[in-house]
């Protein structure tokens, strides 16, 4: 019966309608004017965010409130440290791409108690300020008692709590008009929105964070020398993400000439893994938003689960 329902939803989800609607409601129940940010001082991508927010609001009337949180919802990363070294890789390509300096992660605890207290006496709508938690040697921090640490700790506990009830897991995100964006990747879509409400005060003509998508299959081919290594994608049925990264392999390996080879993955689900209601809702609607920017058709979703999705690879390998 899910299978057979799931399509439909999806479908209504994916209009333009039910988009614009869902904007507009957003839009009038919260100050356009300002966006919600939620950064962790362990997370790469937060800091990447601060800096790319930063030089957007040179650019743009928006205010921020800054929001830190450190614990994460334990159901949304069944992997926690293979997350974590993945992300800083990530990150490192990211900040190459941008020219941006990473700054050493504060991972401690103990630190991170001490920055939240310092953190927790500062303006929260200073961007600025955030990118300097990042920065500060702690060291030379006056260590805390242990009164002001539960004080740091109901603090943090209450800014989680912000994030959780708007729906949300994922720290380097920011929360404007309804939607969530997520790290220097989905802030051009960020962007997009804060052009659409300021579109009659001509403030921001064009987008400064595009560099993720701006050369695709533009570079010469002649840059790629040996052309008998392949891209190697490990793609799951169910994932969303898969339909986008299967389509943009495929045309990159044939504008270069490489080989690709794809590599089936079980969904999450069918290894035990959790994919909670939240986190199935954002990826949808983030997926759609990537789908409309590559001009990939995305929307009309089947849900494979079980031995729907064995036959699928049976058939494949």
């Given at each position: 019966m899910r299978s057979l329902i799931t399509p439909f939803i999806t479908r209504r989800w994916s209009s333009e309608q039910f988009q614009a609607k869902k904007i507009k409601v957003a839009m009038k129940a919260r100050n356009a004017n300002i966006a919600q940010v939620f950064i962790a001082l362990?997370?790469?991508?937060?800091?990447?965010?601060?800096?790319?927010?930063?030089?957007?609001?040179?650019?743009?009337?928006?205010?921020?409130?800054?929001?830190?949180?450190?614990?994460?919802?334990?159901?949304?990363?069944?992997?926690p440290q293979m997350?974590?070294?993945?992300?800083?890789?990530?990150?490192?390509?990211l900040a190459d791409l941008y020219s941006i300096e990473l700054p050493t992660l504060i991972v401690n605890m103990d630190d991170a108690?001490?920055?939240?207290?310092?953190?927790?006496?500062?303006?929260?709508?200073?961007?600025?300020?955030?990118?300097?938690?990042?920065?500060l040697d702690t060291k030379r921090l006056t260590r805390l008692t242990e009164t002001q640490k539960n004080t740091a700790r109901d603090f943090l506990e209450a800014e989680e709590k912000?994030?959780?009830?708007?729906?949300?897991?994922?720290?380097?995100?920011?929360?404007?008009?309804?939607?969530?964006f997520w790290g220097l990747d989905r802030i051009s879509h960020f962007e997009s929105r804060l052009l659409e409400h300021n579109r009659e005060k001509e403030i921001h003509q064009g987008l400064l964070f595009t560099k993720t998508y701006d050369d695709y299959c533009r570079a010469p081919k002649h840059l790629i020398q040996d052309k008998s290594k392949p891209v190697e994608l490990?793609?799951?049925?169910?994932?969303p993400y898969s339909h986008l990264a299967l389509n943009r392999c495929y045309k990159l390996c044939q504008?270069?000439?490489?080989?690709?080879?794809?590599?089936?993955?079980?969904?999450?689900?069918?290894?035990?893994?959790?994919v909670p209601k939240k986190k199935t809702q954002y990826i949808f609607f983030d997926t759609l938003r990537e789908s409309k920017k590559l001009g990939i058709e995305y929307g009309n979703v089947a849900d494979p689960i079980g031995q729907g999705v064995r036959n699928c690879y049976a058939i494949w390998l």
């Open positions: 362990d997370d790469p991508y937060s800091y990447l965010l601060l800096k790319g927010l930063e030089k957007i609001q040179q650019q743009n009337h928006i205010l921020f409130h800054v929001h830190l949180i450190q614990n994460r919802q334990a159901e949304m990363f069944p992997e997350w974590q070294h993945w992300a800083k890789e990530d990150a490192q390509h108690l001490v920055v939240t207290h310092h953190f927790s006496h500062q303006d929260p709508t200073s961007i600025k300020s955030a990118i300097q938690l990042f920065e912000i994030l959780l009830d708007l729906g949300h897991y994922l720290p380097a995100t920011v929360y404007y008009a309804g939607e969530f490990y793609f799951s049925m169910r994932s504008h270069y000439d490489i080989p690709l080879v794809i590599k089936p993955v079980l969904p999450m689900l069918m290894r035990g893994l959790p």
